[in-house]
């Protein structure tokens, strides 16, 4: 089936595919880089240095990220100009200030670094400076093998499929969620949420991953998430259009508009995605960072 409005191939990802040809090479990088460190060992070691986004780079990190910029350098060299910003260089000119590629190599670091399944590539391509403007997003869990892909009003798909969108969530116990997921799951920070996660959720699930748990909410695994503090665009702008274009909803917190926040490295807001409005709105009672 052709896209509507470019002839090319209908679906997530059809009117983007270069880039998500690229996002597919960046993963078999990653996944070859990763099996040649496989122990907590090899992985944990750091290289001396801290990223733009401010966190220790792990050798791995480093080896992520040059694997990602190798396919950017390439998309480079066959036309596409964009700028590039990623947590642990920061913002690299390629040529279009008015494209923006936001790149985490490995959101979920610490679960990659100590074998636990949930960590992924995440690759949003925008064109403008906001969370509004992303017209494609990639997200791809390594752990379980589970890639997602959507482009802005084309819907969303996991593994090639396309995602439902009816808003479903489920409620038990006088009207909580059922299945609510947490990011930036410290201690201190669900102390303090605790009460409004109490009032909201029947049970939490913390994944250790911003763009993953954005995953689970688009193929309602979840019924809603929400992150603690703030988080960086790096971690969300894939995952937040995959929620919208699965059916669902989103608002960075800290912000009147709900999808104003910047894209760039700094932590500027919460982010909280649900299937419904309803749990959106009541979402928005957590602390916010």
């Known amino acids: 089936m052709a896209h509507p409005e470019t002839g090319g191939p209908a679906g997530p990802g059809g009117v983007h595919a270069d880039w998500l040809d690229a996002c597919r090479r960046a993963t078999a990088g990653l996944r070859a880089m990763l099996a040649r460190h496989p122990s907590t060992r090899e992985r944990?070691?750091?290289?001396g240095t801290r990223g733009e986004g401010g966190d220790?780079?792990?050798?791995?990190?480093q080896a992520a990220e040059d694997a990602v910029f190798a396919e950017l350098d390439r998309l480079h060299a066959?036309?596409?100009?964009?700028?590039?910003?990623?947590?642990?260089?920061?913002?690299v000119d390629y040529g279009d200030p008015g494209v923006r590629v936001v790149v985490d190599p490995i959101d979920g670091s610490l679960n990659a670094k100590r074998g636990i399944t949930h960590h992924c590539l995440s690759v949003a391509v925008a064109e403008g400076d906001t969370m509004a403007d992303v017209v494609f997003g990639y997200v791809h869990d390594l752990g379980p093998n589970e890639e997602w892909v959507a482009a802005r009003g084309a819907g969303a798909s996991r593994n090639q499929g396309v995602l439902d969108t009816a808003p479903r969530e489920r409620r038990v116990d006088g009207g909580k969620l059922e299945m609510l997921g947490i990011e930036s799951a410290d201690p201190r920070w669900v102390a303090d949420a605790a009460d409004d996660l109490r009032d909201s959720a029947h049970r939490l699930r913390a994944i250790g991953a911003i763009a993953i748990s954005l995953c689970q909410v688009a193929a309602a695994r979840f019924d809603a998430m929400a992150t603690?503090?703030?988080?960086?665009?790096?971690?969300a702008?894939?995952?937040?259009?995959?929620?919208?274009?699965?059916?669902?909803?989103?608002?960075?917190?800290?912000?009147?508009?709900?999808?104003?926040?910047?894209?760039?490295?700094?932590?500027?807001?919460?982010?909280?995605?649900?299937?419904?409005?309803?749990?959106?709105?009541?979402?928005?009672?957590?602390p916010r960072a």
């Open 78 to 91: 066959s036309g596409r100009r964009f700028v590039a910003i990623s947590e642990e260089r920061g913002e």
């Open 44 to 47: 944990a070691e750091e290289t």
């Open 56 to 61: 220790r780079t792990l050798v791995i990190d």
């Open 228 to 235: 603690l503090k703030r988080c960086r665009a790096v971690d």
């Open 237 to 286: 702008a894939a995952g937040q259009l995959i929620v919208r274009e699965a059916g669902g909803v989103v608002a960075f917190t800290s912000y009147e508009d709900p999808l104003a926040a910047p894209l760039d490295v700094v932590p500027r807001s919460p982010v909280i995605a649900a299937r419904t409005e309803r749990a959106l709105s009541e979402l928005r009672a957590l």
